[in-house]
């Protein structure tokens, strides 16, 4: 499986983005994508995921309410909608895909994402 992320860029405070992972290759035995990021100086962590048959989205408390995931099933692309931005969203922004659960086996190049004040 391969994951190709992409739509980060500059945004102001207050803004959005919509963040790409388009997954390719043997993409029928997975169990679920998520979105990770890593802040300069600072430990990748989780963000968001969906199950493989997009339903169950989860988040972390810090972006519920701003950010959303989804699928698009005809092209196998997992979206993260990005609203609201605010600088602490800064970051580099990865996607994974796991084969069961809480195993994020694949992982797409990161994408970054910088929001100005």
């Known amino acids: 499986v391969q994951l190709q992320a992409s739509g980060g860029g500059l945004v102001q405070a207050g803004g959005s983005l919509r963040l790409s992972c388009a997954a390719s290759?043997?993409?029928?035995?997975?169990?679920?994508v998520g979105w990770f990021r890593q802040a300069p100086g600072k430990e990748r962590t989780s963000v968001a995921s969906i199950s493989w048959s997009a339903k169950n989205p989860s988040y972390v408390d810090s972006v519920r309410g701003r950010f959303t995931i989804s699928k698009d099933h005809a092209k196998d692309t997992v979206y993260l909608q990005m609203d609201n931005l605010k600088p602490d969203d800064t970051a580099v922004y990865y996607c994974?895909?796991?084969?069961?659960?809480?195993?994020?086996?694949?992982w797409g190049q990161g994408t970054l994402v910088t929001v100005s004040s």
């Open positions: 290759g043997r993409t029928l035995g997975l169990y679920a």
């Open positions: 994974a895909a796991s084969v069961r659960s809480n195993s994020w086996r694949y």
